[in-house]
C-alpha cells in the first residue's frame, strides 16, 4: 500500500504533467508583427483573441516599457483592443502580461520564448489548484480525498 505522502506526490506530478499538456507553441522568439501573424490561424498558437492579446501586451510591456499597443500590434490582438486618447491598450489586465515576462526572457535564451510564456498560465494554475487544496485540508480540516474533490 502506497503512504498517504506518495499518493499526494503521485496525484501532483499527473496533475502537472495534465497543465503542462495544454500549452501550446512553436519554437521561436516572435516579436515582430509578420511573425506573429502566423500564429494565429486555427489550431496556431494565438488562435483565440484572449492570449494574442495578453502576448502582444507582453510584448509591449517588454519592448517599448507601456501598456499602450502600436497599431501593427492592435490589429493582432483584435477584437480585445480598446482605443483611447490615440493609443491602443488591452481590453485585459495586464497582471497576467506581468508575469509571462520572466517565462518569456528565460524560454528565448532556448528560442521557446512563446512557448515559456504560456507556460506561465499553466504553472500559475497548478499553484493555485495547491493552495486550494492546503486551505480545505488545513483551514477547513477536510480529509485529503475530499480536499481533491474540492478544488
Not at 22 to 44: M, S, Y
Not at 47 to 71: A, D, E, R
Not at 122 to 132: E, Y
Request: charged share 15%; hydrophobic share 50%.
Amino acid at each position: 500500500m502506497w503512504s498517504k505522502k506518495s499518493r499526494l506526490t503521485i496525484f501532483i506530478l499527473a496533475v502537472l504533467v495534465l497543465y503542462l499538456a495544454t500549452i501550446r507553441g512553436t519554437f521561436g522568439n516572435f516579436h515582430e508583427p509578420a511573425e506573429i501573424k502566423t500564429l494565429k490561424k486555427i489550431g496556431g498558437a494565438l488562435q483565440g483573441s484572449h492570449t494574442s492579446s495578453t502576448y502582444i501586451l507582453m510584448l509591449s510591456i517588454l519592448k517599448n516599457g507601456t501598456v499602450s499597443i502600436p497599431k501593427e500590434y492592435a490589429d493582432l490582438a483584435f477584437p480585445d483592443v480598446g482605443y483611447l486618447n490615440g493609443s491602443f491598450y488591452s481590453l485585459f489586465p495586464p497582471g497576467m502580461a506581468v508575469s509571462m515576462i520572466p517565462f518569456y526572457r528565460f524560454g528565448s535564451i532556448f528560442n521557446l520564448g512563446q512557448v515559456m510564456s504560456f507556460a506561465a498560465t499553466s504553472l500559475f494554475s497548478l499553484g493555485t489548484m495547491l493552495a486550494l487544496w492546503r486551505i480545505c485540508r488545513d483551514i477547513f480540516s477536510f480529509s485529503d480525498i475530499s480536499s481533491l474533490l474540492a478544488i
